[in-house]
């Protein structure tokens, strides 16, 4: 093999498995430490600058970076990343003067944002400290789209959404709240230099059925969640089907329990391990005694005497149809009684306000064609991002997504190629303090993941606005810390001043070190000190030695970060280097030269 390029960012990058994993790569490891410090406002604004909701995604996340937590290969369960989150955004002080405003002097250009949602106001938040006059356009009341309209207050209290909310309309834009943009063309004719849509998904699917529309009793999910948050709907029947098996059923289960349902039930068609709901979600509803029934398949609505009385499902079993592909086969039917059903089986985009001739595009779903590097779609100067781009996702891919159009808008509006982007970069810095000594803790803590406290049952079903979760306790909060393995200390290797005493790989507890006859990849993984199974990751490997010509290699799969290596290393070919991914937003763009920017 080639010796490793670790000064390509994304060679260090992939090691912090978390933050590769987020899609807005938010320096987990770095503000884990902030908190473990005490540092807790220090550590907000840091999640801050990638991700602009701390309080709300400490939350609501769907935490793509746990599954990928590396201390999930050192035992079951990951580092609790989002509680940790939320700790931070708890305990910060006050952050209102340190975030940057619009300057007294704007730039001249005009931004209309559609929606005030977690997309938009990430454009918001990146646009208005460059000068831009941004106005938004929100059909609701209130601002926060699906975040306010569809996550239960039980989950996310609206004064957690407010305050974080607040701080990026407060930079200096313009919202105009109940105020729907019923033509795209009309809009655009007031002369604004780029729109950005980011209307989200809003409708959710119906169940075409027989009896779907012999009574009232059928609900859709967002919809009817957005009818909950919004105090339209204030009960519901004692026994409550809900149709379904994402994130959606299981705030429609819950809300069900709070508004007067007695038994309620989520019917899924699928087997537990292929349902889309998150497992602590999951978990959360069956704690409230909500009954999970899985493989049945809805056939038909039951109304007698215009009254719903059930549901007909099939009873399947899957099987594999030898294509890879799984296919269900009826075993019997049952029906189940019910006074309300609510359907939570997807959700859609709707554009029926943007006329069909001003040259947006849209595929064979009704979706407009977006580019996926700069976010515009087929008419210059209208962008699109988070759901209403590409179809549902989650809160932290539309910020990603916000973060990214709005640094095309800047460019569109400043007359520069939006394809020519700064890269990212990396710092590295050495953590050593003296010869045994590192600035950051690398003793391997045994302790398990720390369990989010929660409301007593009897207490949560009083009303909506009981926020179930009540968040980690210090003394919680000091242990979880001490779980995260510090992937962002990077075990940094100088072959040229390797003697090969294979002190290192004595003292290595997870034998991811082998100095061995250089040789090509696939051959080479499987005569290290373990075999290097997992492909996905990296296997480091160095300049020829000096003494033998051996290479040192490394199984970036099995380090653990604990920094023995360089403990013991007599001649320091060894280091312990703090890795710092740097992002570019749009601020870097604007003040970045242009002779400075990769294509």
């Known amino acids: 093999m080639k010796p490793t390029d670790t000064s390509d960012p994304d060679y260090f990058h992939k090691v912090v498995d978390c933050q590769w994993a987020c899609p807005a790569h938010t320096n987990v490891p770095e503000y884990i430490r902030l908190i ?42 990951p580092v609790a990343i989002c509680r940790l989150k939320r700790v931070a955004a708890d305990l910060s002080d006050e952050v209102a003067d340190q975030l940057p405003r619009r300057p007294a002097q704007g730039n001249g250009k005009r931004v209309a944002l559609i929606g005030a949602g977690c997309a938009s106001l990430t454009v ?19 601002t926060g789209g699906l975040m306010r309209s569809n996550i239960p207050r039980f989950r996310l209290p609206p004064e957690i959404l407010d305050t974080e909310i607040n701080a990026i309309v407060e930079m200096g834009a313009e919202l105009r709240l109940n105020a729907p943009v019923e033509s795209l063309k009309g809009l655009l004719d007031e002369g604004f230099d780029a729109v950005f849509v980011g209307t989200g998904a809003p409708h959710g699917k119906n169940l075409e059925l027989p009896g779907r529309y012999d009574t ?20 519901i029947g004692e026994k409550v089907l809900i149709i379904g098996g994402g994130n959606t059923a299981m705030d429609c289960c819950r809300s069900s329990l709070r508004l007067g349902g007695k038994d309620v039930k989520v019917m899924a068609r699928k087997p537990r391990h292929l349902l889309k709901a998150s497992d602590w ?21 039951i109304v ?21 592909r799984l296919k269900a086969k009826t075993l019997d039917h049952v029906v189940i009684p019910c006074d309300d059903v609510i359907l939570a089986i997807g959700q859609e985009n709707a554009f029926p306000w943007i006329e069909r001739d001003m040259g947006i595009e849209f595929d064979e779903w009704n979706v407009p064609v977006v580019d996926k590097n700069t976010f515009e779609s087929t008419r210059p100067g209208v962008f699109f991002g988070g759901d209403s781009a590409f179809g ?43 010869i045994h000594e590192w600035s950051y803790s690398n003793d391997f803590d045994p302790a398990e993941r720390r369990l989010m406290p929660h409301v007593s049952l009897k207490e949560r079903f009083k009303n909506l606005d009981i926020e179930v979760e009540l968040g980690f306790s210090y003394e919680q909060t000091l242990t979880e810390v001490e779980r995260c393995l510090n992937c962002d200390i990077q075990t940094v290797f100088a072959a040229k001043l390797c003697i090969e005493c294979d002190a290192c790989i004595d003292i290595c507890p997870v034998d991811c070190l082998t100095i061995t006859q250089n040789g090509a990849e696939q051959e080479l993984r499987t005569r290290l000190s373990a075999p290097a199974e997992n492909t996905s990751q990296d296997l480091y490997v160095s300049e020829d030695l000096p003494h033998t010509g051996r290479v040192m290699v490394k199984d970036e799969n099995l380090c653990v970060h604990c920094g023995l290596c360089a403990e013991r290393c007599p001649t320091a070919a060894w280091d312990m280097q703090k890795s710092e991914l740097i992002i570019p937003y749009a601020t870097d763009e604007a003040q970045c030269p242009k002779e400075q920017k990769a294509g």
């Open 124 to 142: 918001a938040n990146d646009l208005l400290p460059l000068g831009y006059e941004v106005v938004i356009y929100e059909k609701l009341g209130e």
């Open 281 to 301: 979600e999951l978990e959360d509803a069956e704690e409230e005694q909500v009954e999970l029934l899985l493989n049945h398949s809805p056939e038909e609505f």
């Open 304 to 324: 007698e005497d215009g009254r719903l009385t059930g549901m007909k499902f099939a009873r399947v079993e899957w099987h594999d149809d030898g294509s890879g």
């Open 392 to 434: 549902p996702k989650n809160i932290i891919w539309a910020v990603e997504h916000g973060h990214q159009a709005a640094i095309s808008i800047h460019k569109y509006c400043q007359g520069e190629s939006m394809t020519e982007r700064l890269p990212y970069g990396m710092n590295l810095a050495s953590t050593k303090m003296s």
């Open 216 to 235: 009232d009793r059928i609900h859709i999910g967002i919809a009817w969640l957005e009818s909950v948050a919004f105090q339209h709907i204030e009960s």
């Open 36 to 77: 473990a410090q005490g540092r807790y406002t220090d550590a907000y604004l840091l999640n801050r600058e990638s991700n602009v909701f701390p309080g709300i995604l400490g939350r609501v996340c769907d935490r793509p970076c746990e599954p990928a937590c590396r201390r999930a290969r050192v035992e079951d369960k």
